[in-house]
């Protein structure tokens, strides 16, 4: 099976750089996604790790540690229209090229003035 | 840009009632999933599907769901006799063959009553 942990919330303020932590227990690993989801809305992409290292995207990065079991989502220059919740995922290494994805709770970011 | 389309966006129905989600897929893709998400809890993986047949299925996916691919473009998942616990936000998501990369449709918020 899979445990994914991520915080709850996190407030940060407007121009601000935060990092969202995920960590996971899995019996295989085949990936990691990031998904933004705003409040009644549906999730998404935001970026995707399946080797160690940082990946940048604009403001966005997302670094992953596979030996630990570790991902962080990194935001910088917040703004407003950031506050919504990050979504950590996980791809099911055995279920063939269909691969389900197994969700975190989530973090839910709010950006204040 | 492409978009995974659902409808109805929001669908009322009694409890013991049968109701049809419907989506559109992104056109060129070739697996598609079904999440729900419970108010306020994580997304939770109901069924993905390719080559025209069920590729896996979560334990939430009994006997009272079931899903369809009527044609070269709809998506359906059928529930055959709504619960109450059924209630949430589901979810359809479709993925190309170049990238891992779901994308998720709007979402159709299922109230049983």
């Known amino acids: 099976g899979q445990n994914i942990d991520q915080p709850t919330e996190m407030t940060a303020t407007e121009g601000a750089i935060v990092q969202i932590n995920c960590t996971y227990q899995t019996s295989g690993f085949n990936g990691l996604f990031w998904y933004q989801q705003h409040a009644g809305e549906a999730p998404t992409f935001l970026s995707y790790n399946v080797l160690d290292g940082l990946e940048e995207k604009g403001r966005f990065s997302s670094f992953l540690s596979r030996s630990k079991g570790y991902s962080y989502l990194l935001l910088k220059e917040l703004q407003m229209k950031d506050s919504a919740s990050y979504l950590c995922a996980v791809r099911d290494p055995y279920t063939g090229t269909a691969s389900k994805l197994t969700f975190g709770t989530g973090t839910r970011l709010q950006v204040t003035l | 840009e492409p978009e995974v389309t659902q409808t109805p966006s929001h669908q009322v129905t009694q409890m013991g009632q049968e109701v049809i989600l419907r989506c559109v897929p992104i056109?060129?893709?070739?697996?598609f999933y079904w999440y729900r998400q419970i108010l306020g809890q994580k997304v939770e993986f109901l069924v993905s599907?390719?080559?025209?047949?069920?590729?896996?299925k979560s334990e939430i996916f009994d006997d009272q769901f079931s899903v369809e691919r009527p044609d070269g473009s709809n998506f359906t998942l059928k529930i055959r006799s709504t619960k109450l616990e059924d209630s949430a936000m589901y979810f359809c998501a479709s993925r190309g063959d170049s990238s891992y990369e779901q994308y998720f449709g709007p979402g159709t918020r299922l109230t049983v009553t």
């Open positions: 056109s060129n893709h070739l697996y």
């Open positions: 599907f390719y080559n025209n047949e069920i590729s896996e």
